[in-house]
């Protein structure tokens, strides 16, 4: 099958090989432009472009699709009978979902109708779900709104899980999904489903602000933020006048302290929250590297006995 892949993360270029694996022709492939990152800010290519110009792909990267109708009459040339997209980072526009005549299929890691929208892996780590998994979809105009090709079995979640690797443990179910899920489509063995309104929940787009850590909550919802947020924003809170990042914590119910306060209780720093203790393990003070809690008090002893918050 005549595939056009929009893609950009590591996850993606892992379904982006599934492909290939099974045979497809890829006859073109979008991904987000080159950025700068680190403190050397070198120019970095995506995962997805990499891999594809490894494999003498052709690689489109334009800022935008919307209005660009240099890229439609490419995309209409190619005669693809279809296109996948996985993390790409843009929102395809209706004249793009209208061009392949099989439509357009999307790996969403959630159990959809649940968690529709930008952050689906970050929200089900905020919410302490027990378990979730991986939908391939067709998109149409609404937000993760298009009918169901195939869901995972439910994944059972500990409860300790960070984004990055639930994020990563999805699209990898995905991926390996997608070969029969196309192959089912263009067989006529797989028929699209139309999803359950009324069991529909929205996920919102991440904002800097939403990791502040605010110590009157409880101190397993704090954990929860510093799991959901490992790549960004993070979760943080100000000492020092400094912004100080959470990197991995544990709750602790059993004790209790002034909101805020750090103490330190055999051989453990804690911070006190609204409900419970926070014991903190790895930390991060701006514009300094990551450290365990005895590294970082190895320099600061004055933490413990701190106030922290903005």
């Known amino acids: 099958m005549r595939i056009i892949f929009f893609g950009s993360p590591p996850e993606a270029a892992e379904a982006l090989r599934s492909l290939l694996v099974a045979g497809h022709e890829i006859v073109a492939v979008y991904t987000q432009s080159d950025s700068r990152a680190g403190r050397g ?26 209005g660009n ?3 439609l009459q490419m995309m209409q040339a190619a005669r693809a009978d279809l296109f996948v997209v996985v993390a790409y980072g843009q929102i395809l526009p209706v004249e793009v979902l ?27 780590i905020l919410d302490g779900e027990s378990q979730t998994g991986v939908t391939v979809m067709l998109l149409d ?23 990055t690797e639930l994020q990563t443990r999805l699209f990898k179910e995905g991926a390996a999904m997608l070969p029969s899920v196309i192959g089912g489509l263009q067989g006529g063995t797989i ?32 954990d929860r933020m510093v799991r959901a947020y490992d790549t960004w924003p993070g979760a943080f809170t ?33 911070v006190g929250t609204g409900v419970g203790l926070l014991e903190i393990r790895r930390l991060q003070l701006e514009g300094r590297r990551a ?14 006995g701190a106030e922290l918050g903005f």
């Open 41 to 66: 800010r070198r120019i970095t290519r995506t995962a997805v472009k990499e891999f594809a110009e490894s494999k003498g792909l052709v690689v489109s990267t334009p800022a935008t699709l919307r």
């Open 69 to 71: 109708e240099v890229q």
């Open 98 to 124: 209208e061009i392949p005549k099989m439509g357009v299929v999307n790996i969403h890691p959630s159990l959809l109708p649940r968690y529709r929208g930008p952050s689906p892996v970050v929200t089900t």
């Open 141 to 163: 105009q609404g937000m993760d709104t298009g009918p169901i090709l195939s869901q995972s079995p439910p994944f059972k979640l500990h409860g300790r899980e960070y984004k």
């Open 191 to 222: 028929v699209p489903t139309p999803q359950d309104e009324s069991k529909a929940t929205i996920t919102q787009l991440v904002k800097r602000s939403d990791g502040v850590i605010n110590w009157s909550v409880d101190a397993e919802q704090i």
């Open 238 to 270: 100000g000492w020092d006048n400094s912004t100080l990042k959470i990197l991995d914590a544990e709750p602790n119910n059993e004790g209790c302290d002034k909101a805020g306060h750090v103490s330190f209780v055999d051989g453990a720093v804690y």
């Open 291 to 304: 450290m365990t809690h005895d590294e970082f008090l190895q320099g600061h002893p004055e933490f413990i």
